[in-house]
């Protein structure tokens, strides 16, 4: 038997002053588009924006249905967007931010597993990193310089 430790790397700003202007820029779309988010039954507002290789950004929110499993999340409506409208452009970073109805959201908001692989596959799709910016309403913003990072032992196409 051996054991396998994984690590990861996360970078922490402690606001937004500490990012550069373009991930600033970045960052206050994804806050933009949380105003977008159709949310009547979770109330839980979620806004990303993602930044192709061209420099054009393009936000999401999440989009929710009475038919529950249907809801799309932020990242991937985000993400939609893009492989819509810029079909051959990669993807350099996306930011992700949230509101809740019941408390302010002071760090950082955490993509689930389904956004983490679909990220890991848009990566592997343009063999182009993508940085992950988060943050909450306010607070600390992690970056993660790869998807790979917040989400190890991804299923690819290398398996099928
Ligand atoms: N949600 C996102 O938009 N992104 C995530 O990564 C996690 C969850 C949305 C889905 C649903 O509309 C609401 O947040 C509550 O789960």
Redesign the pocket.
């Known amino acids: 038997m051996k054991e396998i430790k994984l690590t990861t790397t996360i970078k922490v700003y402690a606001n937004t002053s500490e990012l550069s202007p373009a991930d600033q820029v970045l960052l206050q779309r994804a806050h933009d588009a949380v105003h977008d988010s159709y949310?009547p039954y979770?109330n839980?507002k979620?806004g990303a924006a993602v930044r192709l290789a061209n420099g054009e950004i393009l936000g999401g929110s999440?989009q929710?249905n009475a038919s529950y499993p249907l809801?799309l999340?932020?990242?991937r409506t985000a993400l939609s967007a893009a492989a819509s409208i810029f079909p051959k452009e990669g993807i350099t970073a996306i930011a992700v931010t949230a509101k809740s109805p019941t408390k302010p959201i002071t760090f950082p908001i955490s993509?689930?597993g389904a956004?983490r692989q679909v990220i890991c596959e848009t990566e592997n799709k343009h063999k182009q990193d993508i940085r992950i910016i988060l943050q909450g309403e306010t607070g600390e913003i992690y970056e993660f310089m790869t998807a790979k990072d917040l989400m190890p032992l991804s299923f690819d196409s290398e398996f099928l």
């Open positions: 949310s979770s839980f979620v999440n929710e809801c999340c932020a990242e993509p689930c956004c």
